[in-house]
């Protein structure tokens, strides 16, 4: 079973940065994401980059957050600068892929707070 291991969340006041990462057990043919979930909220799409780099975000983060990826260190960051309360939630690393057959994977999650 593939492993998503994220980590870089905690506590922070609003207007703040915070950098998560995530190291993961399988990359290059991944697309790369990042959701999140609030309390009492379903999980929602944060940000992801395909193989080739293209990157979608959440209307809600643009301009704030920048994902990239290290196909080197199998590694996919999520920069988050200007933070609010309203990004308060647990981040998880997701992990997805069709070729030779879908598979989806999550991390653990991490918890990021946003308060003052």
């Known amino acids: 079973q593939p492993q998503l291991v994220e980590s870089g969340g905690g506590l922070v006041q609003p207007g703040g940065s915070l950098r998560l990462s995530c190291a993961a057990s399988?990359?290059?043919?991944?697309?790369m994401g990042w959701y999140r979930q609030a309390p009492g909220k379903q999980r929602e799409l944060v940000a992801r980059?395909?193989?080739?780099?293209?990157?979608n975000y959440a209307d809600s983060v643009k301009g704030r957050f920048t994902i990239s990826r290290d196909n080197a260190k199998k590694t996919v960051y999520l920069q988050m600068n200007s933070l609010k309360p309203e990004d308060t939630a647990v981040y998880y690393c997701?992990?997805?892929?069709?070729?030779?057959?879908?598979?989806?994977?999550w991390g653990q999650g991490t918890q990021v707070t946003v308060s003052s």
């Open positions: 997701n992990a997805n892929t069709v070729i030779y057959g879908p598979k989806n994977y």
């Open positions: 399988v990359f290059s043919i991944y697309t």
């Open positions: 980059i395909t193989t080739g780099g293209d990157t």
